[in-house]
């Protein structure tokens, strides 16, 4: 597609489910990055993905959140027993390569909000 | 680890009125700066970066930037401002040689222009 895409666009759970979030990347793009924005605060690297190599997950905030991708892909950001500090945007971004900067352009965004 | 700080959180200017965004980031080593934007209900966009040469940058819209190496700061600027200026505005940094360039942001500043 012409640009990075997600959805939903907008997602209403209750405290203790499950939600499952997804970004298309920009075709041809081998880099893809998920990050959240809290409330009054800059964008947190969540994970990162290049590739078939193993996706660096150092920004996950904690083991209810997990992110798969599959090759260069369809990625999905997956949040269990969601809390209400979980809400927030979640951003996904991807780029051309890696191992030299690349602009990331950015999708939309879901808002996720936790009752 | 990297930082990024954004001096004001608010700006409120009138149409015509001069522009100038603090930025300023806390690494060793060297880095590449980013500039992104976010228009009401519209994703984030880049709006300039550096990565080498000339210290000051121009962007979309009007838009520049001056890396000022000594200060740590990257600011940005724009000599008049318009109503459809008015967006969030996010000041981003990644190491130039961290292998893949996640970015570590700043809180971002709203920027409100009065017609």
């Known amino acids: ?115 | 680890a990297q930082s990024v700080s954004q001096h004001n959180h608010h700006v409120i200017l009138s149409e015509a009125a001069s522009l100038e965004l603090g930025c300023n980031y806390s690494y060793g080593g060297t880095v590449n700066l980013f500039w992104y934007v976010q228009y009401p209900g519209q994703h984030l966009q880049l709006l300039l970066k550096y990565f080498s040469g000339d210290p000051l940058v121009k962007g979309i819209k009007g838009f520049e930037a001056e890396f000022i190496k000594s200060k740590f700061s990257f600011n940005l600027r724009k000599p008049s401002v318009q109503w459809s200026d008015t967006a969030e505005y996010f000041c981003a940094v990644t190491p130039m040689n961290s292998g893949y360039s996640t970015l570590t942001f700043g809180k971002g500043t709203m920027l409100l222009v009065s017609p």
């Open chain 1, 1 to 115: 597609g012409a640009g990075v895409s997600q959805s939903p666009s907008n997602k209403v759970t209750e405290k203790g489910k499950d939600v499952e979030l997804r970004c298309d990347p920009i075709s041809g793009h081998t880099a893809l990055y998920w990050y959240r924005q809290r409330l009054g605060q800059g964008l947190e690297f969540l994970i990162y993905f290049q590739g078939n190599s193993a996706p660096d997950k150092s920004g996950l905030p904690s083991d209810r959140f997990s992110a798969e991708r599959t090759g260069e892909s369809v990625s999905t950001l997956t949040i269990q027993r969601t809390q209400q500090e979980d809400s927030a945007v979640y951003l996904c971004a991807s780029s051309q390569t890696s191992g030299v900067v690349e602009t990331q352009y950015f999708g939309p965004g879901t808002r996720l909000l936790v009752l």
